[in-house]
């Protein structure tokens, strides 16, 4: 079991930046796939990034690509993501969520691939 939890959220001006962290509980954090989703008013939860277990490997949507970037530190059990150049289109609450351990899943992007999630931290860009 892992639990996860959210922080970091907030408002910020159009072309700034917020840090969200994501501190997991547990002494195995370094088995689990880590993943961003979002989900603005009204519309469904999307993927926005991942870094596996594996090798840290990222991957980013491509709405993110270039102003997004996840990173994670195993000894702390924390995973960040770094968003830069923010756009009122990226108002949501931001999910973070871990895979089952040891997950052989590449690049999950879908939100049934994850097994645990946090309760979501509200980010609002304004115009």
């Known amino acids: 079991q892992v639990q996860l939890v959210e922080s970091g959220g907030g408002l910020v001006q159009a072309g700034g930046s917020l840090r969200l962290s994501c501190a997991a509980s547990g002494r195995t954090f370094s088995r689990y796939t880590m993943g961003w989703f979002r989900q603005a008013t009204g519309k469904e939860r999307e993927f926005v990034t991942t870094i596996t277990w594996r090798a840290g490997t990222t991957y980013e949507a491509d709405s993110v690509k270039g102003r997004f970037t996840v990173s994670r530190d195993n000894a702390k059990n924390m995973v960040y993501l770094q968003m830069n150049s923010l756009k009122p289109e990226d108002t949501a609450v931001y999910y973070c969520?871990?895979?089952?351990?040891?997950?052989?899943?590449?690049?999950?992007?879908?939100?049934?691939?994850?097994?645990?999630w946090g309760q979501g931290t509200q980010v609002t860009v304004s115009s």
């Open positions: 969520a871990a895979t089952r351990p040891f997950s052989p899943v590449a690049a999950p992007t879908r939100d049934y691939e994850y097994n645990y």
